[in-house]
């Protein structure tokens, strides 16, 4: 049997940071309130908190690059993390297989804009122009359209990583079967196969 590695597993305390784990996006979309208790306000919360990041950005939504896109400028090269974010099928924490199947299925196809990250940045761009053209929030958690341009100059120039989070807290870590590490070691093998592209895990 594969095993997903178990160095790429981080299991987080999503009760203390008062995060309801059924509930996914952070917008209510009709009047853009932001939930407090959601998977993604709380994720967002800890990327902020780590200050690695000079943009973080809610990509959640139709068309979506990945749910919440993070880019750090390191020395001589730019480095981006996608996550992508998948409610619980359960109120606890468990290992239920369907908990990873759709969330990993998004993971594998997000891989291929590793062969083109000016474009994400260009694809990012146009989503955040229409959010101001629609007079809705901005996407930026951090950064601004101007930091966003300033790294597609360095995308020209300098080198670029690409990671691949799963943000699944449906998934109790120390309690994973072997249908989920599959699953997992699947879609672990295919980014690394196709770009080189890490794939890691945050559960519970």
């Not at 999503?14 to 995060?19: I, P």
């Not at 974010?85 to 590793?114: I, M, N, T």
């Not at 007079?135 to 930091?147: A, L």
Request: aromatic share 8%; charged share 25%; proline share 2%.
């Amino acid at each position: 049997m594969t095993i997903f590695p178990m160095s790429s597993i981080h299991m987080w305390d999503w009760e203390g940071l008062g995060a309801d784990i059924k509930v996914e996006s952070q917008l209510e979309k009709k009047t853009y309130f932001k939930k407090e208790n959601s998977i993604q306000y709380n994720l967002i919360k800890e990327l902020k908190r780590t200050g690695d990041y000079s943009v973080i950005f809610d990509d959640d939504g139709s068309g979506e690059i990945a749910d919440i896109v993070a880019i750090a400028e390191q020395n001589a090269s730019v480095h981006v993390d996608f996550f992508h974010c998948k409610y619980a099928h359960g109120k606890k924490p468990g290992k239920r297989v369907k908990d990873l199947y759709e969330v990993c299925g998004q993971a594998d196809k997000s891989v291929f804009w590793k062969q083109n990250l000016v474009g994400m940045i260009d694809r990012m761009l146009y989503r955040e122009r229409q959010r101001i053209i629609e007079n809705k929030p901005s996407r930026f958690e951090m950064g601004d359209i101007q930091k966003l341009k300033t790294i597609k100059n360095k995308l020209l120039l300098q080198s670029s990583t690409l990671q691949i989070i799963i943000v699944q807290p449906g998934v109790k870590g120390s309690d994973i079967t072997k249908d989920m590490h599959s699953i997992l070691s699947t879609s672990h093998s295919y980014c690394m196969d196709t770009f080189s592209v890490p794939l890691k895990l945050i559960c519970s």
